[in-house]
């Protein structure tokens, strides 16, 4: 009855229905594009747990009929998991930091003072962002296999390219994390620095105990991008470490190669190892689980991120 | 005066001394290499046991490039359609997302989780094995009469498209970004503007239209760029596993990847440029 009268109403007052179907058109458009968005990711999940049988036979589409984990062993096997997974956590948390901290530095610089030529130089910034890396990777190759040869250091397989790069701010996106910090340090009264600096404190120490201390967010923020960028990355990363340390995303790429490698020592594979969809699968999932972990604790430092990195030119 | 000068004297000296591990880098790892690059690629370069060699062969490299080597212009070709199909796509669909996003409806939050997530998990490996797997397929169009029509008229186009249907998923993967920043301008844009039209009686396609558009021009020309180089980025790209190749080729070498990793930046360059071009204030200023 409710129902009915409510329905009436709503009739009447055509202005509200036409409120309600749009938004009912809304919520259908909004949820599809979901649908869309997380349709790889949905077929991976329901690929990696199916059986052998489950895979050939078409009428399997969505549900696996039982569900099998043999196919997270054999990823976990290839993918040499414990090994490969410190690894990338070293390599990459090596790198995010390292990157953090210049790209703070910078930041700190273009937003507190006021030198010569600072238009142009952030107009480099965005320079280094806008071109592409094969224009100045090649340099850079010869560059390390240089410095290889010239003092006998292993460069080319190892984290150290990568590590001055980041170092000296030409990380993965350091332009995204300058301006990060840039526009938070901007937010930062200046009056503290000065307060500070009255105290007789120098530029260092006003950095490291009034902007570094406030700034707690930032650094998280950058850090947690920093991390994600270089855990994703590969271009650079298969350039210069090769197969030198035991990368997940390195794995991931050559994991066809690899599995036929190790063909028979694989667990559960008789005779002749034949690689199927439902092990990369397993591999795609296992690889990025710590990123989808780390993004469900911290999905609202990622978006703000981005809201305040102040891209878009203000 | 003179304390004016000192305080102008620290403040370069403060800002150069912050700054400078990224300005050595800049200059180290990308203003050199940037134009060693167009040097090197009027050369052939080899690896012997002295070091890096070089021998000038004038436009060799560009001739190859361009005559000789029968994938690269293809590959570029592609990349150029995949670049003018894509981006607009990705910048309209991220707009309209933005501007549903942007209503008081519920599970906002939720849904503007499932389309960031992408940012965090992308990767080249990882969409290498999804495409491959071929789990980013929702449907084909390469059976319909359509899609046969365009195929005879121009094959490379007709592709494009038809990885563009096959392959929607991957290429709303970049709106992920682009969507945050068009929420963010567009709830910086000021509400009494719609008040004022409203009471005008505008309708909300004629404020879309003349209030937000073009209040969010400068967003799409940032969004734009970014897009342009994230496409870049992925294995849509034919050209970035070319220069690879290349580089490692000893036959090739260093000096035709140069060649075509600067014949690929001037591409990238030109969309750029155009993108300015396009979205630039009427007053002639950038920003």
């Known amino acids: 009855m409710d129902f009915i009268k409510s329905f009436k109403h709503n009739f009447i007052d055509s202005h509200r229905l036409y409120k309600m179907i749009t938004r009912i058109c809304v919520y259908i458009l909004l949820i599809s594009v979901s649908y869309v968005f997380l349709y790889p990711l949905l077929k991976m999940l329901s690929m990696a747990f199916m059986s052998k049988k489950d895979i050939i036979d078409p009428e399997v589409m969505w549900v696996p009929t039982s569900l099998s984990f043999s196919n997270f062993k054999v990823a976990n096997f290839v993918l040499n998991i414990p090994k490969a997974f410190y690894s990338t956590l070293w390599f990459t948390t090596v790198l995010a930091l390292s990157q953090t901290i210049i790209t703070a530095l910078t930041g700190y610089a273009l937003a507190r003072f006021d030198f010569k030529f600072k238009k142009m130089w952030f107009v480099f910034i965005l320079v280094s962002f806008v071109i592409p890396i094969p224009i100045v990777i090649i340099p850079r190759i010869m560059m390390f296999t240089s410095v290889q040869e010239q003092f006998s250091l292993q460069m080319i397989g190892t984290v150290y390219p990568q590590l001055s790069m980041s170092f000296l701010g030409q990380g ?3 332009a995204i994390a300058v301006l990060i910090f840039y526009n938070f340090f901007k937010m930062i009264p200046y009056s503290l620095d000065e307060a500070a600096q009255i105290d007789g404190a120098s530029a260092f120490q006003v950095f490291y105990h009034v902007i570094v201390k406030m700034s707690i967010t930032a650094i998280t923020i950058v850090f947690l991008f920093s991390f994600v960028w270089n855990w994703n990355e590969t271009y650079v990363t298969t350039t210069f470490v090769r197969s030198g340390i035991e990368l997940l995303s390195i794995k991931l ?62 | 005066m003179k304390r004016k000068n000192m305080h102008k004297s620290r403040q370069n000296l403060m800002g150069y001394l912050f700054m400078s591990p990224w300005m050595i880098g800049f200059l180290i790892f990308t203003a050199i290499p940037f134009f060693y690059t167009i040097y090197l690629s009027f050369n052939d370069v080899t690896l012997t046991v002295r070091g890096w060699e070089m021998q000038w062969n004038q436009y060799d490299n560009y001739i190859s490039a361009f005559l000789r080597n029968t994938e690269f212009i293809p590959n570029i070709i592609s990349f150029c359609i995949y670049i003018v199909i894509y981006a607009p796509v990705i910048i309209v669909i991220a707009f309209i997302l933005a501007i549903l996003l942007n209503q008081k409806i519920k599970f906002r939050a939720g849904f503007r989780l499932i389309y960031f997530l992408p940012v965090i998990i992308m990767s080249g490996s990882v969409m290498q094995q999804l495409m491959d797997s071929g789990n980013t397929e929702m449907g084909s169009l390469e059976t319909s009469v359509i899609f046969m029509i365009i195929y005879n008229a121009s094959p490379i186009l007709a592709k494009a498209l038809s990885f563009l249907f096959e392959n929607f998923s991957m290429v709303l993967w970049f709106t992920g970004i682009p969507i945050i920043l068009f929420i963010n301008g567009l709830q910086k844009i000021n509400k009494s503007l719609y008040e004022a039209a409203e009471i005008d009686g505008a309708t909300s396609w004629q404020m879309l239209w003349k209030i937000t558009v073009p209040l969010i021009k400068p967003i799409v020309l940032v969004t734009t760029i970014f897009t342009i180089v994230q496409l870049g980025l992925y294995n849509l790209n034919p050209v970035y596993q070319m220069i690879q190749d290349t580089i490692y080729n000893t036959a090739g070498g260093l000096g035709l990847a140069s060649a075509f990793s600067w014949i690929y930046t001037f591409v990238v360059m030109i969309f750029v440029g155009i993108t300015f071009y396009i979205f630039r204030n009427k007053d002639g200023q950038v920003e």
């Open chain 1, 253 to 314: 790429a050559t994991f066809d190669g690899n599995f036929a490698r190790m063909g028979t020592a694989i667990p559960g594979q008789s005779g002749e190892a034949r690689i199927n969809e439902a092990y990369k699968m397993a591999a795609t999932f296992i690889s990025m689980l710590p990123l989808l972990i780390v993004y469900l604790f911290a999905q609202k430092q990622f978006i703000e991120g981005i809201e305040n990195a102040g891209i878009t030119g203000e």
């Open chain 1, 172 to 174: 993965v996106n350091s």
